[in-house]
T-cell receptor
Framework: QKEVEQDPGPLSVPEGAIVSLNCTYSNSAFQYFMWYRQYSRKGPELLMYTYSSGNKEDGRFTAQVDKSSKYISLFIRDSQPSDSATYLC??????????FGAGTRLTVKP | EAGVTQFPSHSVIEKGQTVTLRCDPISGHDNLYWYRRVMGKEIKFLLHFVKESKQDESGMPNNRFLAERTGGTYSTLKVQPAELEDSGVYFCASSPSSDTQYFGPGTRLTVT
């Protein structure tokens, strides 16, 4: 079993839809949780960072962490074609050696 | 503020040759990380520097890989001799503290 499980998709939604992306994990020591966005041939770009459990909102993006269920989510409201990218969840016990999910490829169609 | 930069962007070498990848972190970031993504797999941690010291190199695949960070600024990752399975994208990231990491664009290595 992988430490971090993420459905690779692909996921296709119409413009304006709410997108839900999820990851599950097995290591209960993880306490740093990140979501990265990666465009083709580019490096991962940090979108959201959450320490421990709870919700965090930044504009159209909301990150949720449920440590009891070992489950994290990223919600994108009013999705735009420019949101089309691969979304990677990442997590760490120490904040250093991050463990990544496989990434979910998202396409938002105009 | 300049982001993390990596050089070269793409390298094609033959099996048995040596390649050196370079990473320049964001100025002032003491923490520097190397990661690798091989085809079809997730991004995997290789090692972590704090300034010039190796804090954690548990992810280095074998002794053909050598990372250095002389002076605590830029870092190099040398692969010698390269094997076919070393092909992939090598990412560098930097961080001012032990949480948020900012990634460079990556170096795509192809070993033929």
């Amino acid at each position: 079993q992988k430490e971090v499980e993420q459905d690779p998709g692909p996921l296709s939604v119409p413009e304006g839809a709410i997108v839900s992306l999820n990851c599950t994990y097995s290591n209960s020591a993880f306490q740093y949780f990140m979501w990265y966005r990666q465009y083709s041939r580019k490096g991962p770009e940090l979108l959201m960072y959450t320490y421990s459990s709870g919700n965090k909102e930044d504009g159209r993006f909301t990150a949720q962490v449920d440590k009891s269920s070992k489950y994290i989510s990223l919600f994108i409201r009013d999705s735009q074609p420019s949101d089309s990218a691969t979304y990677l969840c990442a997590m760490s016990a120490s904040g250093n050696d991050m463990r990544f999910g496989a990434g979910t490829r998202l396409t938002v169609k105009p | 503020e300049a982001g993390v930069t990596q050089f070269p962007s793409h390298s094609v070498i033959e099996k048995g040759q040596t390649v050196t990848l370079r990473c320049d972190p964001i100025s002032g970031h003491d923490n520097l990380y190397w990661y690798r993504r091989v085809m079809g797999k997730e991004i995997k941690f290789l090692l972590h520097f704090v300034k010039e010291s190796k804090q954690d190199e548990s992810g280095m695949p074998n002794n053909r890989f050598l990372a250095e960070r002389t002076g605590g600024t830029y870092s190099t990752l040398k692969v010698q001799p390269a094997e076919l399975e070393d092909s992939g994208v090598y990412f560098c990231a930097s961080s001012p503290s032990s949480d948020t990491q900012y990634f460079g664009p990556g170096t795509r290595l192809t070993v033929t």
